[in-house]
């Protein structure tokens, strides 16, 4: 452990993928954990977070060291490591030469140690990595960080660390394993024996996934955007239904439910299933809720509606769990020539690992797609501003259309030919009523003008 620049603190505040915007916070530890031959000098450091109320959260930065200021990256400028009279520390994502260490490392599967811990680098056989391909980060918005390297293969790097095995990497794993044709392939992964950056006692060391490595899908198409795409051409057209419009989504719903079964499918042969008390998760729903209408008070008058929802689930008894996905929508899968890929297993970023972890019912990942159906015509109706309500009207109830209908073929593909039961639809509409109330909390902590989406999705879903 090390003392800290407090630049430190100032990066993290300006990161997109820092998952404590809007708190007060201090960085009041750092941990080099390892080492990445270069050059340049690369450390992978872990940086403590402290709220001030007991609670902190560990962060992974990548550190390219350098012994004078770097004008190129200057906007990637972390800080002096170590602390005081250091070297000059950039956050290694934005740096070509230095993610290319990384790539090279993946190539020699080296293990390289520092102050008593190691990184290691474990490749998965069956693809030959183009070692000269060059980086290139991802711009998008995320709880990670990723970089491409040509059109090769792409490194995400997890900053948000907890000790123990990422259920990103696992369960790509098998599923690269078991020939899957809905996902990216993974070629490997980054892991460390972390001790925490208080400071853990040898025999409590875990190893802990720190970057995976896996396919880049050059042809992919975002499925969010791709839906949204949909919905233009659909308001675009003011006397036609969703059936008969050009960019009619139908058919890539069903296409997703069944790669979506298929993907819940092989899961469950990987990892097996268990059975778990249904009362106990619609207790967990329950206050769920309860803590969402601390944070949205207008969720109260949809309280009882979503508590009958609750109690009906409860009044399953057992039902089947297993690895899903845990954090399923539009906006995780991609299109490809070769059809969807579902991405991004590391379930919900808000939850602690060893829940993420968790075996959960399937119709979790379910509800999240039908959420996000619902999701998509209304973000665009929204998006179209109109003061006459006749209009508002009128898109109001063509987004419900295309939603409808979307549901029923991702739906209808998934189930196949055992049909949706009444069971079925007792466990879907509680876990689409618990995503929804969700999304309610993160649009109010995110993204206010949003809040009305969700809000109002709760209110038709415990209306019907």
Not at 37 to 52: M, N
Request: proline share 6%; aromatic share 8%.
């Amino acid at each position: 452990m090390t003392d800290v620049d407090p630049a430190f603190t100032d990066f993290l505040a300006q990161s997109r993928w820092f998952g404590g915007k809007g708190r007060d916070f201090e960085v009041t530890r750092a941990e080099e954990i390892g080492r990445v031959p270069g050059p340049p000098d690369v450390v992978v450091v872990l940086a403590e977070v402290d709220y001030g109320s007991g609670e902190t959260e560990s962060y992974q930065l990548p550190l390219a060291l350098y012994d004078e200021e770097q004008p190129h990256i200057d906007r990637a400028l972390v800080g002096r490591w170590p602390a005081g009279d250091g070297r000059f520390a950039y956050d290694a994502v934005h740096d070509r030469v230095a993610m290319a260490a990384y790539l090279r490392a993946f190539g020699d599967a080296p293990s390289t140690g520092a102050a008593g811990n190691e990184l290691t680098f474990v490749r998965l056989p069956g693809h030959e990595l183009d070692l000269d391909a060059a980086a290139s980060p991802f711009s998008g918005e995320q709880s990670n960080s990723s970089v491409f390297f040509g059109e090769d293969c792409v490194l995400k790097i997890f900053r948000k660390v907890t000790p123990g095995e990422n259920p990103d990497v696992t369960t790509h794993r098998v599923l690269t394993e078991s020939g899957s044709t809905h996902i990216a392939h993974l070629y490997g992964w980054v892991e460390s024996p972390l001790v925490e950056v208080r400071g853990a006692p040898a025999t409590s060391l875990e190893t802990t996934h720190l970057a995976m490595l896996q396919q880049f899908l050059r042809t992919a198409s975002d499925g969010w955007e791709i839906a949204l795409a949909s919905v233009r051409d659909l308001f675009a057209e003011a006397d036609l239904h969703a059936a008969e419009v050009g960019g009619d989504f139908a058919s890539e719903a069903a296409r997703l439910g069944e790669a979506l079964a298929e993907i819940h499918g092989q899961l469950r042969d990987a990892f097996g299933t268990d059975t778990v008390d249904a009362g106990f998760v619609a207790d967990q729903m329950a206050a769920r809720l309860a803590a969402a209408i601390e944070v949205v008070p207008g969720l109260a008058e949809h309280a009882d509606g979503a508590r009958t929802a609750f109690g009906a689930l409860a009044g399953l008894g057992e039902i089947p769990v297993q690895r899903v996905h845990g954090d399923l929508h539009l906006g995780q899968t991609l299109r490809t020539v070769l059809g969807w890929k579902v991405v991004d297993f590391e379930g919900e970023p808000a939850k602690p690992l060893a829940e993420r972890l968790l075996p959960d019912s399937p119709w979790r990942d379910v509800a999240g797609m039908t959420r996000s159906f619902d999701y998509a015509p209304h973000a665009v109706a929204a998006s179209l501003p109109e003061d006459d309500p006749d209009v508002r009207h009128q898109r109001a109830t063509r987004a419900g259309e295309w939603a409808r209908r979307n549901r029923r073929a991702f739906l209808a593909s998934y189930c196949g030919e055992a049909g949706f039961g009444a069971t079925d639809r007792t466990l879907l509409t509680a876990y689409v009523v618990d995503k929804a109330v969700y999304e309610c909390v993160y649009e109010a902590r995110n993204r206010p003008t949003w809040l009305p989406i969700p809000l109002e999705g709760v209110a038709r879903l415990v209306a019907g």
